[in-house]
């Protein structure tokens, strides 16, 4: 199974790339599933279901941020792909929490930012980008060529990875990804999270609500300390 990780922040443009590319790959005859993991709603997978009839769903992560949903459904997602007669998931993942990053090791790790969120974009979302294989840049039409070539100035600077520019609403660009794609390796068992997750031992992921860390344990800090550990 070939597993394609999809992440980038809200409107950037993930599912008009991944559709585009899935009409290319369709193609060629490659057989696909999608998965689609979000916070509280979705409905990408009703898109590619009656777009394209491939073997689409979703997962809401709720309280869960969607990178750790992802650690722990992707497992059953490559079987369930595998069981639907898929040799490629593609999964799209939203991509809220700028300290995680989804991608799995052998996996091809894309991440989709728009050319017009900002110059310095690429030094603000971490792991996302510095984790990732591709850096899909969408919407270049709405930028000028100067704006343009310091937004991938900035994403080399910060991520040293291929920067492909596309325009996914009118498909331009999209050949080269889907090469991507569709040479990309299969993913081995047992899976890996690709990079070392943040660390989460404190009392906030566990669920306390006070503010203020007098009230916490576990790795803390506050408005004029750097991160500092205090024991239960």
Request: aromatic share 4%.
């Amino acid at each position: 199974m070939k597993l394609i990780m999809c992440a980038g922040p809200p409107t950037s443009g993930k599912t008009m790339v991944l559709r585009q590319v899935t009409r290319r790959l369709l193609a060629k005859g490659i057989r696909l599933a999608y998965l689609k993991i979000d916070v509280q709603f979705a409905d990408e997978d009703e898109l590619f279901k009656n777009e394209f009839g491939i073997p689409a769903r979703k997962v809401y992560s709720g309280e869960l941020c969607p990178d750790h949903a992802g650690v722990l459904v992707l497992g059953d997602a490559v079987k369930w792909a595998e069981k639907q007669g898929a040799d490629t998931l593609l999964v799209e993942t939203a991509g809220l929490c700028l300290r995680c990053a989804p991608y799995i090791e052998g996996s091809l790790g894309i991440v989709v930012l728009e050319a017009t969120s900002g110059m310095n974009l690429p030094r603000k979302i971490g792991a996302m980008l510095t984790l990732a294989d591709i850096a899909v840049v969408t919407k270049i039409d709405l930028v000028s060529q100067a704006e343009k070539e310091v937004f991938r100035a900035n994403i080399i600077d910060a991520a040293g990875i291929d920067v492909l520019e596309t325009d996914a609403l009118h498909g331009i660009g999209i050949d080269r990804i889907a090469a991507r794609v569709e040479h990309a390796r299969e993913v081995k068992e047992p899976m890996m999270l690709r990079g070392s997750p943040p660390m989460a031992v404190c009392t906030i992921c566990a669920g306390k609500r006070q503010i203020g860390s007098e009230h916490h344990f576990g790795v803390l800090r506050t408005l004029d300390s750097d991160l500092f550990y205090r024991g239960q």
